[in-house]
């Protein structure tokens, strides 16, 4: 088992820097990919990206390289950057873990999200 | 880059089989997986690599995947099954989601 926990501004001007930090207990934090998934109101959910345990990361091409994310293994935490906000970026942020698959990994466990509006 | 297909909606009565598809291009190469997602909650996975039940996952709901088409399949649907349901899939090291499925039971 593993929880994990969304903390960080829930609001954010335009055109500032979106971060979050995602902190994980309960199981084991190395050798996993972490994951930023996001879910505008009422909409669908979109992947950000992942970054795995040695620092390794993928992002999704859409966000056209706004998107940051790092990790802290001594703290069993990861973080997210997104940068150059707009009011297209307010959603509800989720982390997620992908501890088993391997190759084929799918999200197993998730935060409970925490909404950011991006607003002057 | 990769899409993931799904109808927005269906409808089943209580004690019926729903099946929710989700469409992409030679999605059978690729693992699928389902996210059941009630409102106000975090989406929960419900089915993995195509056809897997996590721990906890009644057995009423299963999985395929052949072809362009991944199936959700929920048999003897309950009133307590009704959520959105997204599948998602991996293309080029990005992981993609369906646009969701609003599974009525009435």
């Known amino acids: 088992q593993v929880q994990l926990q969304e903390s960080g501004p829930g609001l954010v001007k335009p055109s500032e820097t979106l971060s979050l930090t995602c902190t994980v207990s309960?199981?084991?934090?190395?050798?996993?990919?972490w994951s930023w998934i996001r879910q505008p109101a009422g909409k669908g959910l979109e992947w950000i990206g992942r970054?795995?345990?040695?620092?390794?990361?993928n992002y999704n091409p859409s966000l056209k390289g706004r998107v940051t994310m790092s990790v802290d293994t001594s703290k069993n935490q990861f973080s997210l950057k997104l940068s150059s906000v707009t009011a297209a970026d307010t959603a509800v942020y989720y982390c997620?873990?992908?501890?088993?698959?391997?190759?084929?990994?799918?999200?197993?466990?998730w935060g409970q999200g925490t909404l950011v509006t991006v607003s002057s | 880059s990769y899409e993931l297909t799904q109808p927005p909606s269906v409808s089943v009565s209580p004690g019926q089989t729903a099946s929710i598809t989700c469409s992409g291009d030679?999605?059978?190469?690729?693992?699928t997986s389902w996210y059941q997602q009630k409102p106000g909650q975090s989406p929960l996975l419900v089915i993995y690599?195509?056809?897997m039940r996590p721990s906890g996952i009644p057995e009423r709901f299963s999985g395929s995947n052949s072809g362009n088409t991944a199936t959700l399949t929920i048999s003897g649907t309950q009133t307590w099954d009704e959520a959105d349901y997204y599948c998602?899939?991996?293309?080029?090291?990005?992981?993609?989601f369906g646009g969701g499925t609003k599974l009525t039971v009435l």
């Open positions: 690599q195509d056809s």
């Open positions: 970054i795995y345990t040695s620092g390794s990361t």
């Open positions: 998602q899939a991996w293309g080029s090291s990005t992981a993609v």
């Open positions: 997620a873990s992908s501890l088993s698959g391997g190759a084929h990994p799918y999200f197993d466990y």
């Open positions: 030679k999605l059978g190469d690729k693992y």
């Open positions: 309960g199981d084991s934090f190395s050798s996993h990919y």
